[in-house]
């Protein structure tokens, strides 16, 4: 099998507020300019890279707003978000879950930092991805995959190297337990210092590794450092992993849906008419309601 080469090692973009809770860096589509079908089906990463919040009593975040035509994957890696739905959902992921929600015919939802992390303040470090889905799903009834770290797929790393957390697919045999709507790959690597891991990817799966904390040299060449994102080219399918020091990975690698890309604000779907269709019903009402 060939190696999946590597396109480029990306160091964080400047970051952006989004709302008042999340200071993120975009990797991609906005970030590099990137190509909307590029790292398809993720649509968007955007990393808050670990900071510092001050404790207070309000909590910070992001206020109402819609998604329709994705699913949004919140990842905490420090700290706690809470989210609350139009449809009366809610619910708060801490320190190593997952919140997948699948937004799909569309809800209105807000994002905050939740209670009691705000009091206290503290590290805070997330990723929310974009997934998108095939046309035929998009206007999937909304819904949620709460997966805390206890239920991720868990494979065991030789020589006592670390851990893979499989949220979605299979890593050497170990489901994670993520539904998705088309073929996904994402897993957590925990690895330690001077441990070496490989990936068994098909070629034709886009992929990228975001470096969440230490550092890893990719296919015995590139050394990337905490918050650099390696983007890898289509024309292999392995990749291999050694921790320059101990280190978390995030790995993301799905089939590309390879239909039209109509994008616009929290909108995604395959046609502009569509998007104003996604308008019109949010001025209907057709979202449902929620107090801010
Ligand atoms: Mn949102």
Same mark, same amino acid.
């Not at 807000?110 to 991805?129: C, I, N, W």
């Given at each position: ?44 990463? !955007? ?42 959902? /809610? ?68 020589? !006592? ?34 441990? /070496? ?29 905490? !918050? ?12 291999? &992993? ?7 990975? &995030?790995? &993301? /690698? ?27 019903? &949010? ?10």
């Amino acid at each position: 099998m060939a190696t999946k080469t590597i396109q480029q090692i990306l160091p964080p973009a400047p970051p952006h507020m989004v709302g008042d809770g999340f200071r993120v860096h975009n990797f991609f589509p906005s970030g590099y300019n990137m190509d909307q079908q590029r790292m398809s089906p993720f649509f968007l990463l !955007d990393y808050n890279a670990k900071i510092d919040f001050p404790g207070r009593d309000t909590p910070r975040g992001v206020g109402v707003h819609p998604h329709r035509g994705f699913e949004t994957v919140t990842i905490s890696y420090h700290g706690k978000v809470a989210h609350h739905d139009s449809y009366g959902n /809610s619910g708060t992921i801490g320190e190593g879950d997952v919140q997948w929600m699948t937004a799909g015919s569309g809800v209105l939802h807000k994002e905050y930092h939740d209670a009691e992390y705000s009091r206290t303040g503290g590290p805070f470090q997330m990723v929310q991805l974009w997934v998108n889905l095939p046309a035929k799903d998009k206007m999937t009834q909304p819904k949620y995959q709460a997966i805390t770290a206890a239920q991720m797929g868990r494979y065991q790393l030789p020589g !006592d190297g670390g851990i893979v957390e499989v949220v979605a697919g299979t890593f050497n045999g170990v489901k994670g337990p993520a539904f998705t709507f088309s073929p996904i790959e994402l897993y957590n690597i925990r690895i330690k210092k001077g441990a /070496s891991a490989t990936l068994d990817l098909p070629a034709n799966f886009n992929t990228g590794i975001l470096v969440v904390e230490g550092a890893v040299k990719a296919n015995e060449t590139g050394v990337a450092p905490a !918050d650099n994102f390696i983007l890898f080219n289509n024309d292999g399918e392995n990749i291999s &992993l050694y921790a320059e020091e101990d280190s978390v990975l &995030l790995v &993301l /690698s799905g089939e590309p849906i390879n239909e039209p890309i109509a994008a616009y604000g929290p909108f995604l779907m395959n046609t502009h008419e569509e998007l104003q269709q996604a308008y019109d019903d &949010l001025r209907k009402g057709k979202f449902g309601v929620l107090e801010d």
